[in-house]
């Protein structure tokens, strides 16, 4: 769109200057240029940002970033990375904490703007997910102070072996608006911390939090170059992802748009981690406590389905499946669809116009091959679309297989331990399962035949940042969290030294 575009003159303060517009959300004056190497730049229109609680609404207008500012915001990261580098864990944790104390003493601020960006839950992004964001400045900051160096070895020869986990360079982070804020931090603190530069392309649907966090980042004092910004759809993410001066690309959405980067960055032989779609099963077996069990699947109706990790194909164990439906049936009928600002709601609107045409169509393809449908399945009005159940499926249909990204779930009965696997793994997608079972040993069992990166074992999305996260097959590529995500956000380097030889020459050893 803009890819002969000027970029703005150099502002001489963060308040003032062409791409300097803010757009007021729920009392927040929210940046809408681009950040490049300390700068808000690239004002005038480009596409609209409306709030899907009422689509009338628009939130605010942002120039869509072309080859011009890709370029810029990739030099600016590059120009920004061998300071940055060279302040080593303990040099950049500080501004990673402060950023992190920004993002919790602001939460509240962000919350609002996230809910009326994307429609999610006003109090689950107050209370959780926002802060969950600073906990992703936080954690990667102080576990890269006491986790990036790895023991020496010395080896029986006399050499001694050392991994280096040296940072990459710049790294071009994309992500999908389900949870802006919380999802563009989960790449961009390690990514940080581990002593990259970045350049992040927020989701065009709900820029609005990531576009925040340039503020954040202002405020905490990182360097100008460090965290860049650049807004804009698919064909900006593609100038990025494609761009030669890329050394890592993060990328968080669907499959589809995957192999599109995954061309890209095969041409340029990028390294890449996929954080991609999921069809989980959520599995039920008789000896499980059915109450949690119920209560759990209802949960996989929050943010209106829109969830990378939600338990979509309900298993149930055929001798408990009338115990569980009536406790599920209670569950589902307390469940309230509206303004995502409430507190009596349970969730809100789907994201977009587009979203719900999405959903619609996939319903109707459900039903026109065979499916029941026991609940649900129009919209209430606007983007608002309650709980759906569909039962009786067709072996054959794609609703069993295909994502919807909405609140839409399937019910499968099964009889046994094998056929629980089976119908799990009746998928392209590897990304959670959820087992609800008395049993530890099966739960051990299903565990070792089932392909997903997280099996929840009567729970759900209980997340400890050391662990790895990712997917199998169709749901990702990679495994980020804890030292996995420096593995992939830095070269990791063995140097092997005959030190006698240091010694010999009479400089000492030292890696
Ligand atoms: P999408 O793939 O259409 O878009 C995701 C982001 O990629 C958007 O910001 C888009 O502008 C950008 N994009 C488009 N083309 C690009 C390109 N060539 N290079 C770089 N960026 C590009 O996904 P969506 O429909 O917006 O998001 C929903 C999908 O994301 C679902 O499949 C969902 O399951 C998945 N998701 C996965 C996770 C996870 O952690 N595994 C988390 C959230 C969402």
């Known amino acids: 769109m803009t890819a002969d575009a000027t970029l703005g003159a150099p502002a001489s303060s963060p308040a003032s200057g062409a791409g300097e517009e803010r757009t007021d959300v729920e009392g927040v004056a929210v940046p809408t240029g681009h950040l490049i190497g300390g700068r808000r730049v690239g004002a005038g229109a480009g596409f609209e940002v409306r709030s899907p609680i009422d689509w009338e609404w628009k939130l605010a207008e942002f120039p869509e970033a072309g080859a011009v500012e890709v370029d810029a915001a990739v030099d600016a990261a590059r120009g920004a990375f061998p300071d940055w580098a060279a302040l080593g864990p303990e040099g950049r944790a500080p501004y990673l904490l402060r950023l992190a104390a920004g993002v919790e003493r ?3 601020e962000i919350a609002q703007v996230e809910t009326v960006d994307n429609g999610s839950l006003l109090e689950a992004m107050r209370e959780r997910v926002i802060p969950r964001g600073g906990m992703n400045f936080r954690f990667f900051a102080e576990y ?8 020496s070895r010395i080896l029986h020869g006399g050499e001694r072996n050392t991994v280096r986990h040296d ?8 992500t999908p608006w389900n949870a802006p804020f919380m999802l563009a931090t989960w ?16 989701p065009e649907w709900a820029p609005l939090t990531c576009s925040l966090l340039g503020d954040l980042a202002e405020e905490a004092g990182l360097p100008p170059g460090v965290l860049n910004i650049v807004h804009g759809g698919p064909e900006t993410g593609a100038m990025l992802t494609g761009h030669a001066g890329v050394d890592r690309i993060a990328f968080t959405g669907s499959p ?11 041409a340029e032989l990028t390294p890449v981690s996929f954080e991609l779609g999921g069809k989980s099963p959520f599995l039920v077996f008789a000896d499980a406590d059915l109450e949690a069990a119920a209560r759990t699947a209802a949960y996989q109706y929050d943010n209106s389905g829109q969830v990378c990790l939600a338990g979509t ?6 001798s408990c499946l009338d115990a569980f439906m009536e406790r599920f049936l209670a569950e589902v009928e307390a469940i309230r669809v509206g303004d995502p600002r409430e507190a009596a709601t349970t969730y809100g609107p789907l994201i977009h116009p587009r979203a719900l045409s999405r959903v619609e169509a996939h319903v109707e393809k459900a039903l026109a091959q065979g499916a029941a449908l026991r609940f649900g399945g129009k919209s209430s009005g606007g983007l608002y ?23 839409v779930l399937t019910l499968q009965a099964f009889e046994d331990d ?30 070792r035949r089932i392909s997903a990166g997280t099996i929840w074992v009567n729970c759900f999305y209980v997340r400890d940042l050391e662990t790895p996260f990712g997917g199998t097959k169709h749901s990702g590529i990679g495994r980020e969290g804890g030292r996995h995500s420096f593995d992939f956000y830095c070269d990791v380097k063995t140097v092997c030294e005959r030190t006698a030889a240091f010694a010999a020459a009479g400089t000492g050893g030292g890696s």
């Not at 940072?167 to 994309?174: E, L, Q």
């Not at 390690?190 to 927020?202: D, I, R, S, W, Y």
């Not at 609703?399 to 919807?404: A, G, W």
Request: no cysteine; aromatic share 4%; charged share 20%.
């Open 418 to 447: 094998d056929e629980a696997i089976a119908l799990a793994e009746s998928t392209d997608y590897g990304l959670a399962t959820m087992i609800f079972t008395g049993d530890e040993s099966r739960a051990g069992r299903l565990s």
């Open 313 to 318: 194909r309900l298993l149930v164990e055929r």
């Open 187 to 202: 790449r961009v603190g390690p990514a940080l911390a581990a002593g990259n530069t970045v350049v992040l392309k927020p």
């Open 144 to 151: 890269a102070v006491s986790r990036l160096a790895e023991p």
């Open 256 to 266: 589809a748009t995957a192999r599109t980067v995954g061309a890209a960055a095969a």
């Open 106 to 108: 602001r939460a509240a």
């Open 385 to 407: 679309f309650p709980p759906t159940l569909f039962t009786d499926v067709p072996s054959g249909a794609d609703i069993l297989r295909e994502e919807v990204f909405g609140p």
């Open 167 to 174: 940072p990459a360079g710049v790294v071009a982070v994309s």
